[in-house]
């Protein structure tokens, strides 16, 4: 059994124009979905070249680092500059995941 949302999604109506010029979608609730499917995509791409940047720095993977830091056996990654990384990196990767799967559902 499946049950739909019948919920009304109301949009003033120069938002419903501006989704239609951006998309060329005349139907409000689908140009809405080309427009956020577009921005999760965008962000993506943000967060993977993000990603690059750390893994550039530090010459590895998150997972690698990740296992290295947590074997404490090294004294330079407990500087405050590798543990903000650290923590900012463990976001990105968090993040991407998150909108990977936000990213599904919108296809």
Same mark, same amino acid.
């Given at each position: 059994? %499946?049950?739909?949302? *019948?919920?009304?999604?109301?949009?003033? $109506?120069?938002? !419903?124009?501006?989704?239609? /010029?951006?998309?060329?979608?005349? =139907?409000? /609730?689908?140009?809405?979905?080309?427009?956020? +499917?577009?921005?999760?995509?965008?962000?993506?791409?943000? %967060?993977? !070249?993000?990603?690059? !940047?750390?893994?550039?720095?530090?010459?590895?993977?998150? /997972?690698?680092?990740?296992? =290295? #830091?947590?074997?404490?056996? =090294?004294? &330079?990654?407990? +500087? #405050? &500059?590798?543990?903000?990384?650290?923590?900012?990196?463990?976001?990105?990767? *968090?993040? $991407?995941?998150?909108?990977?799967?936000?990213?599904? #559902?919108? %296809?």
């Amino acid at each position: 059994m %499946i049950l739909e949302d *019948t919920s009304m999604l109301v949009l003033p $109506k120069g938002t !419903a124009r501006a989704l239609q /010029d951006v998309t060329g979608e005349p =139907r409000p /609730d689908v140009a809405l979905l080309l427009v956020l +499917r577009d921005a999760v995509a965008y962000r993506l791409g943000q %967060i993977e !070249a993000d990603l690059h !940047a750390f893994e550039a720095k530090y010459g590895m993977i998150f /997972d690698e680092y990740r296992q =290295r #830091w947590e074997s404490e056996d =090294r004294d &330079e990654d407990y +500087r #405050w &500059e590798t543990e903000r990384d650290y923590l900012a990196w463990e976001a990105l990767v *968090t993040q $991407k995941n998150r909108l990977e799967n936000v990213y599904s #559902w919108l %296809i």
